[in-house]
């Protein structure tokens, strides 16, 4: 009777060894398939984020960048302006060419009964302004030739280039004598604001090329001979 019990203590003992190694096993092995999950969650990329669009593809801009016409962004709105560009009444930004219309030639305000006589809607001296002056130059019959249609050639894919007004010309002066921005300004720049029948606004941007003060907003004859730089608003 006592080698029975001795042999069914032993065989407890032995049972229990082995359920509790079974446990053990079981035990690290969920903790392992836990571990490879855990893992494999964190080897997971997250959401890809597409970057900010360049002031060139639409997105914002500051002084300095590329426009969407490759030209150089010299004014930048606290809020939208109006203007009969494209943009309409939601303009916020300003770029000018980087270089002097046909390589820096030098051309008249107007050639026509223009020269001598106010053309209509030619006045306007805002930020903005500017297109409409160009249009009313280049689109009437008062001027065949001159800053104006010099000015709106087609450059960088847009057909919007104008010549500016005496603010938006005194701004692009002040980017590059300010900001330091490298745009080549030398001389003086005739602007799309006429001042009477006779006479038009320039502005000189440095010296050289008949400038006088920089950024000095003066008239003369529009039948001078001056510089051009083509801008847009966008």
């Known amino acids: 009777m006592r080698h029975r019990l001795g042999l069914l203590v032993v065989g407890l003992a032995i049972a ?31 959401p890809t984020v597409a970057p900010e669009p360049s002031c060139a593809d639409g997105g914002a801009c500051e002084i300095g960048d590329i426009g969407p016409g490759n030209g150089i962004v010299f004014y930048v709105a606290p809020y939208t302006f109006q203007s009969a560009a ?9 770029e000018a060419q ?23 809607n030619s006045t306007n001296s805002a930020i903005g302004g500017g297109f409409q002056n160009t249009l009313s130059i280049t689109a009437s019959n008062e001027c065949s030739a001159g800053a104006g249609f010099a000015a709106s050639a087609p450059s960088g894919g847009f057909n919007d280039w104008y010549l500016p007004s005496v603010s938006e010309l005194s701004a692009l002066v002040q980017s590059q004598n300010v900001s330091n921005l490298s745009i080549g300004l030398v001389g003086a720049y005739w602007t799309s604001t006429g001042d009477n029948g006779m006479q038009a606004y320039y502005i000189a941007a440095a010296s050289g090329n008949g400038g006088g003060v920089p950024n000095t907003r003066t008239y003369g004859p529009k039948n001078e001979a001056l510089t051009v730089r083509s801008i847009r608003a966008f």
């Open 16 to 46: 229990s060894v082995g359920i509790a190694a079974c446990s053990s096993t079981t035990s690290e092995s969920s903790g392992a398939a836990q571990d490879d999950a855990t893992a494999s969650a964190s080897a997971s990329p997250g």
């Open 86 to 94: 494209p943009c309409g009444s939601s303009c916020t930004y300003l």
């Open 98 to 120: 980087m270089t002097d219309s046909a390589g820096g030639s030098l051309f008249p305000y107007c050639t026509g009964p223009g020269q001598t006589s106010v053309i209509p």
